[in-house]
Antibody
Framework: QLQLQESGPGVVKPSETLSLTCAVSGDSFSNSRYFWGWIRQPPGEGLEWIGSISYSGTTYYSPSLRSRVTISVDTSKNQFSLKVKSVTAADTAVYYC??????????WGQGTLVTVSS | QSALTQPASVSGSPGQSITISCSGTSSDIGRYNFVSWYQQHPGKAPKLIIYDVTKRPSGVSDRFSGSKSGNTASLTISGLQAEDEAAYYCGSWMSNNTPYVFGPGTKVTVL
């Protein structure tokens, strides 16, 4: 059974960079069919797709976040990462990683809350 | 603001059927059969319940069904149960520039 687990700091200061990692356990990480994505959900609000990456490193980003977001993959560790720079309070959210099985997200991590606060 | 439109809330009594709509345009929902639906209970991660408009993942109750007409996709929950009270999000592939978008979500209340 595929499992995804997010990890990273729970609090980030304004103007700094938010960094999260998603560890993937299971044998589909290297399958070129799939992409690996990040989705976030501000408290009390809806889901927002941030971006996705393939095993080979091809990336797609949400136009609204493209200028501040970088997603990378570490194939040796079966994990992928998210960086959001110059964060503000508006970036406070639960961040989920998920597998993108064209054209839907079929496996999700449990999510991790990141609060932007000084 | 999402490119997809959903009603903010829908309610129904146990045993009834309810339908949640997800409206897009002729360039996204109307053009491709790539609509998916997610169920999210409070404090939990979203769960995929419908993909490619009508398909159900293994283990998802057949009380959940999906359809599409023109630029609008729909999720129907039949035989509504208390456990169906949750938020429901549609999602769709949009374009190469914006590969994925979620709808704003619909809160389902079981009366």
């Amino acid at each position: 059974q595929l499992q995804l687990q997010e990890s990273g700091p729970g609090v980030v200061k304004p103007s700094e960079t938010l960094s999260l990692t998603c560890a993937v356990s299971g044998d589909s990480f290297s399958n070129s069919r799939y992409f690996w994505g990040w989705i976030r959900q501000p408290p009390g609000e809806g889901l927002e797709w941030i971006g996705s990456i393939s095993y080979s490193g091809t990336t797609y980003y949400s136009p609204s976040l493209r200028s501040r977001v970088t997603i990378s993959v570490d194939t040796s560790k079966n994990q992928f990462s998210l960086k959001v720079k110059s964060v503000t309070a508006a970036d406070t959210a639960v961040y989920y990683c998920a597998r993108y099985n064209p054209y839907h997200f079929d496996y999700w991590g449990q999510g991790t809350l990141v609060t932007v606060s000084s | 603001q999402s490119a997809l439109t959903q009603p903010a809330s829908v309610s129904g009594s146990p045993g009834q059927s309810i339908t949640i709509s997800c409206s897009g345009t002729s360039s996204d929902i109307g053009r491709y059969n790539f609509v998916s639906w997610y169920q999210q209970h409070p404090g939990k991660a979203p769960k995929l319940i419908i993909y490619d408009v009508t398909k159900r993942p293994s283990g998802v109750s057949d009380r959940f069904s999906g359809s599409k007409s023109g630029n609008t996709a729909s999720l129907t929950i039949s035989g509504l149960q208390a456990e169906d009270e949750a938020a429901y999000y549609c999602g769709s592939w949009m374009s190469n520039n914006t590969p994925y978008v979620f709808g704003p979500g619909t809160k389902v209340t079981v009366l």
